[in-house]
């Protein structure tokens, strides 16, 4: 095969190469700007959703799971966020303690979300109160932390949108959290 007969297919396997390129640039700018996965539709503000356990030495089985959202009409309203979040703490001697809970806020920034949510059921002390939860998603690393430590965990009045730092850390292999950042957007002040 000659050169000259080359060349014009390498032109366009090039040209449909560049052209790849800049249909990949401008689409992933347009989901960068806040569009959803099919490029038209907003994506959500907010979101915090996935299941782990906890990593615990003494054998304690503790599940967190997160079904937590925020809509894109929403964003600049934290507090209209929606959806549930479960946990679970069976320990060593068979015991167990469980809670779900309605969520009322959720804030997320980079891969760290605190979400809180009042307990519509449960067999804990905690139903009917507000609970707080932060997650740090890292991958194979994420950590969780949550409201209810410390000795007056029971009686506390927990204002939305507060948690304690991710300190616990996921048993390794079981976490898959997600966290979508949110894109807060402020009004531009007026000359």
């Not at 095969?1 to 700018?29: C, D, K, Q, Y």
């Not at 932060?134 to 927990?158: C, F, M, P």
Request: charged share 25%; net charge positive.
């Amino acid at each position: 095969m000659s050169r000259i007969a080359f060349a014009p297919t390498r032109t366009r396997v090039l040209a449909v190469g560049a052209a790849l390129l800049i249909a990949a640039v401008v689409t992933g700018g347009a989901s960068a700007a806040g569009n959803g996965a099919d490029g038209h539709t907003p994506r959500e503000a907010a979101a915090l959703t996935g299941t782990a356990k906890l990593y615990r030495p003494a054998g304690d089985d503790i599940t967190f799971s997160f079904d937590a959202h925020l809509a894109a009409k929403d964003n600049m309203d934290p507090e209209a966020a929606y959806g549930t979040f479960t946990f679970r703490h069976v320990f060593p001697n068979g015991k167990s303690g469980w809670a779900k809970a309605k969520v009322d806020c959720l804030v997320t920034g980079g891969k760290v979300a605190v979400v809180t949510g009042v307990v519509t059921d449960s067999d804990t002390p905690f139903k009917g109160k507000r609970v707080g939860v932060t997650v740090n998603d890292q991958g194979k690393h994420d950590r969780l932390g949550y409201s209810w430590i410390g000795k007056d965990a029971e009686t506390q009045e927990l204002p939305k949108c507060v948690s304690s730092a991710p300190f616990e850390k996921v048993k390794e292999g079981t976490g898959d959290f997600k966290v979508l950042p949110w894109q807060p957007v402020y009004e531009q002040p007026k000359a």
